[in-house]
């Protein structure tokens, strides 16, 4: 049974989260609130221990690896694959991927399965509770990380056991991924912000419920990412025809608004929502 002042005491975190700078946000903290709201009877502080316990792993497995410690990109790629994969067994749900618990970062601790960008905010949270330079990559259809280091940017794979990707291997994936026509570029291996991994964490929710023609449920889901992503017009137009379906005009309007305030006034994504907000009040009178 949903427990509506935890629900609201993670809105809350989530909303301070949304007010803090990119750089600043805990990544594995704010996944939790999302997975608490998401399965209110699962024991969020036991995750929140477990988090504590990977990191504190990290920090010992990188002061007994110096080279990684000093640098190295492909010993830090091992360093985490031994600490992740080896001693907590985490990897990724090949047999259920579409399962919802494998986006619910308290079951993906439980079950130590999940999607590849739930794996990654765990990768993620221990490279940083080693000190070490990590972030998701803009790469298409499969959430990929990107660790600082010597000679230069090392990619993994946390879905994979975070299996090191050189060239030929992120084209193949890639073909894989989006036929053989297509090519690797340079902007797929471009940094994306913690905000963004969070983000793109609960899209996968949101569509599972748009699938299943779970409006409402997208809906709030849609909601709490806002909280975290206030700025985030197309969250906002999302929102909007959401409400729109459900029938609530106004909400769908107050969207709208705040998208315009969002985008630029003479873009066509304005113009469109402005065509719609037209009509909208229209269905009003």
Not at 190 to 210: E, F, S, T, W
Not at 247 to 253: F, P, T
């Amino acid at each position: 049974m949903a427990d509506p002042t935890a629900e609201a005491e993670a809105r809350a975190a989530l909303e301070a989260a949304g007010r803090l700078p990119d750089a600043e946000l805990d990544i594995g903290a704010v996944a939790l609130q999302f997975a608490r709201i998401d399965a209110p009877a699962a024991d969020w502080r036991g995750a929140a221990r477990h988090l504590s316990e990977l990191a504190r792993a990290m920090v010992e497995a990188a002061i007994a690896a110096p080279e990684a410690d000093r640098g190295d990109a492909a010993r830090r790629i091992a360093v985490l694959a031994e600490v992740l994969g080896g001693r907590f067994g985490y990897a990724g749900d090949q047999e259920n991927y579409d399962a919802p618990a494998n986006a619910n970062l308290i079951r993906v601790i439980e079950r130590r399965r999940g999607l590849p960008v739930a794996l990654g905010i765990l990768w993620l949270h221990a490279a940083g509770a080693a000190g070490w330079g990590a972030h998701g990559l803009d790469f298409p259809g499969h959430f990929l990380i990107g660790l600082e280091g010597t000679p230069g940017q090392g990619v993994l794979d946390p879905f994979s056991g975070g299996a090191p990707l050189q060239a030929p291997e992120l084209r193949g994936l890639l073909k894989r991924l989006q036929g053989p026509q297509a090519e690797l570029r340079p902007d797929m291996l471009a940094p994306v912000g913690k905000r963004d991994v969070l983000l793109r964490l609960q899209n996968n929710i949101k569509l599972r419920r748009l699938r299943d023609g779970d409006v409402p449920g997208a809906l709030r889901c849609t909601q709490d990412m806002l909280r975290l992503a206030p700025a985030a017009a197309a969250l906002w137009r999302e929102a909007a025809l959401m409400h729109q379906r459900l029938d609530e005009i106004g909400a769908a309007l107050q969207c709208l608004d705040r998208f315009l305030e969002l985008v630029p006034p003479g873009s066509e994504a304005a113009q469109r929502a402005r065509l719609l907000a037209l009509e909208l009040r229209q269905r009003l009178h």
